[in-house]
């Protein structure tokens, strides 16, 4: 059973998990013959949806998602907006968090103070070799620009996979004149890591095993994987960097 579940998406679940907890209300409320409100009901719904998804192994977020997603529903309902205005809202969120079902890796953007920290962990360049640097899953391209700009002897490289956050950094780039950096579109786990002197991620803790994995396989001896905030398993970094911004964000060196 566990074993099936985790070939199953987990937005898949926790929206199975949803209408299981709607007939659980649903089937509770006739029996007792109740007249709830339907914020009440929403309530309920989002409190068995919770439990539920916690006794079913999803990851702590989704607990606080399940919990408000049906009273969200209600609340947003009474103020009868359009229904323009709500496909509108759909459809910005799909081009933003495209791959987020499939991949499990939301849309997190780094700080300013993450860039600078990141640009002193690079390593110095030699006269025959230009330092190649990979952002995995490279958002909006701020990581990617910032570093074209002061370093401009390396290149960097952005892969993603989200419509919107590549044009958004695709334009970025071409539009600052950035000759040093360029975005793919595309899915991380198909880029070659072979040709990187630093692989650097901000992903989630999901997929961080199997990123590790992939740097084993792939990543030349004395190159660098970076991670912002998310650990590896059972690998403790070779070196934390402890960033004072609003998140208090913790960049993990590892040495390959």
């Not at 607990?63 to 229904?83: D, N, R, S």
Request: charged share 10%; proline share 6%; glycine share 6%.
């Amino acid at each position: 059973m566990r074993r099936t579940l985790k070939s199953i998406p987990p937005s898949v679940i926790a929206l199975l998990l949803q209408f299981c907890a709607y007939v659980v209300i649903q089937y509770a409320a006739g029996i007792a013959e109740v007249s709830a409100s339907p914020m009440l009901l929403a309530w309920s719904c989002g409190v068995v949806a919770a439990t539920l998804s916690f006794i079913f192994g999803l990851a702590k977020w989704w607990l606080l998602i399940q919990l408000l997603f049906a009273p969200t529903i209600v609340f947003m309902l009474g103020f009868e907006l359009p229904p323009s205005l709500s496909l509108g809202a759909f459809l910005i969120l799909l081009v933003v968090y495209w791959s987020t079902f499939r991949t499990q890796v939301p849309l997190y953007l780094s700080s300013n103070k993450v860039w600078d920290a990141l640009e002193n962990l690079l390593p110095e360049t030699e006269a025959d070799h230009a330092l190649k640097f990979i952002d995995l899953g490279s958002g909006l391209g701020g990581v990617l620009t910032h570093l074209a700009q002061a370093r401009p002897e390396g290149f960097y490289v952005g892969v993603e996979t989200a419509p919107l956050p590549f044009i958004w950094s695709w334009l970025r780039i071409r539009l600052g004149g950035y000759r040093n950096c360029q975005v793919d579109w595309g899915n991380l786990w198909d880029a070659d890591l072979s040709q990187y002197d630093v692989v650097f991620a901000y992903l989630s803790p999901i997929p961080m095993q199997k990123l590790w994995l992939k740097a084993q396989a792939e990543m030349q001896s004395g190159s660098i994987l970076i991670s912002s905030t998310f650990t590896i398993p059972n690998h403790a970094p070779d070196k934390s960097v402890t960033v004072d911004d609003l998140h208090q964000s913790t960049l993990l060196v590892w040495h390959m």
